[in-house]
C-alpha cells in the first residue's frame, strides 16, 4: 500500500462556482472563447528562470509575431465575417471569402503567412509521420501514453509543457480541453522544435476550412468564432481604416484571456507541486 502525506493531498480552499447554463449565456459566450487565439506571455524581461531557455527560444521562433501581436478585436466583425463565410476557388485555390460591412474578406494560406509572418515554405507539409512524433515523444522523456490520440501537456518536461500550452491557446482550433492537445497539434510541436518543413498557415486554414463543415451552435445555428484576432489582423490590412468606427466602442471588443507574469509562475508552482507528490508518495 502506498500512502501519501495529508498535505500533499490537501483539498482546495473555497467551493466551486455553479456553471452557468448554456441557455443563460450570451452570444459571445457562446461563440466564442477567451483562452481561444489568446495572447502569449513569453517573458520579455526574463524574470521566470525556470522559463528562460524556452521563452527565449519561443521570442525567436517564427511563431514570435502571431502568439504575441495584440489587436482590438470586435466581435460585430467577426461574427459577420463567419455568419457570411463561405469555402471559394479563387485562381484555381480554395480561399474562404467572408463578408463584413459590404466588403469581401479573403483568408487562404498565403495570406495567412504574409500577415502572421511565419515565414512558411509554399511547399512545406501541414503534418508530420505519426512515427516521427512518437519518436520525439520517447526521447522528450513523455511519461504520457504517446499511442495515444490526446496527449496531456503535464506529461511533458517543463520545457515543452510550456510551448504546447502556447500553441494550444494562441495557434490551434481548441475551444476547451486546453492540457490536451491532438497529435496533429504536437506534430506540429515537433517539427518546429526539430526545424522540419512545415507550414503553420496550412494548418491553421485547414483548421478554419472544417470549422465551415460544423453545423453550429444548437442554440444560435451559426459558427463558432475561431480565430478571432487572427481575422482581425486580416481586415485591418486589407481594410484599413474601417474599423475606426468602432474603436470608441468597447463594448464591442472581444474580451481575451491574457496570460501574465503571475500565470507563467503558476505554471511552474503546478510543477513543484506534482513533484512533491510523487516524492511523499515513495517516502510513505
Not at 489568446?38 to 528562460?52: G, T
Not at 466602442?249 to 507541486?273: G, H, M, T, V
Request: charged share 30%; proline share 4%; with cysteine.
Amino acid at each position: 500500500m502506498v500512502l501519501v502525506h495529508r498535505k500533499c493531498m490537501a483539498p482546495k480552499e473555497g467551493k466551486r462556482k455553479p456553471a452557468t447554463k448554456k441557455e443563460n449565456k450570451t452570444e459571445e459566450e457562446i461563440m466564442s472563447e477567451k483562452r481561444h487565439n489568446q495572447i502569449a506571455y513569453l517573458d520579455p524581461e526574463e524574470q521566470l528562470a525556470e522559463l528562460k531557455d524556452i521563452t527565449k527560444w519561443t521570442r525567436e521562433s517564427r511563431i514570435n509575431y502571431a502568439v504575441t501581436f495584440s489587436t482590438p478585436v470586435y466581435k460585430s466583425l467577426i461574427k459577420a465575417f463567419w455568419d457570411f463565410a463561405s469555402v471559394v476557388q479563387l485562381d484555381g485555390k480554395d480561399v474562404i471569402r467572408g463578408r463584413v460591412n459590404n466588403l469581401d474578406v479573403i483568408v487562404s494560406p498565403d495570406i495567412l503567412n504574409e500577415v502572421l509572418q511565419l515565414q512558411d515554405h509554399p511547399d512545406a507539409p501541414d503534418s508530420i509521420p505519426i512515427m516521427c512524433t512518437r519518436g520525439f515523444l520517447l526521447r522528450m522523456k513523455c511519461t504520457g501514453d504517446i499511442f495515444s490520440t490526446q496527449i496531456n501537456k503535464g506529461d511533458m518536461p517543463l520545457r515543452y509543457k510550456f510551448l504546447l500550452h502556447v500553441l494550444i491557446q494562441c495557434l490551434s482550433n481548441r475551444r476547451a480541453g486546453y492540457d490536451m492537445a491532438g497529435n496533429d497539434l504536437v506534430g506540429f510541436m515537433v517539427a518546429l522544435v526539430l526545424n522540419n518543413p512545415f507550414s503553420i498557415s496550412k494548418y491553421i486554414f485547414g483548421n478554419m476550412k472544417e470549422n465551415m463543415t460544423r453545423t453550429g451552435s444548437r442554440i444560435t445555428g451559426n459558427k463558432f468564432w475561431m480565430y478571432p484576432r487572427f481575422l482581425q489582423m486580416i481586415m485591418n490590412i486589407q481594410h484599413p481604416g474601417r474599423q475606426q468606427r468602432y474603436s470608441e466602442d468597447r463594448s464591442d471588443e472581444l474580451q481575451f484571456f491574457k496570460d501574465n507574469q503571475e500565470s507563467c509562475a503558476q505554471k511552474i508552482q503546478r510543477k513543484r507541486s506534482s513533484k512533491k507528490v510523487v516524492r511523499c508518495a515513495r517516502k510513505h
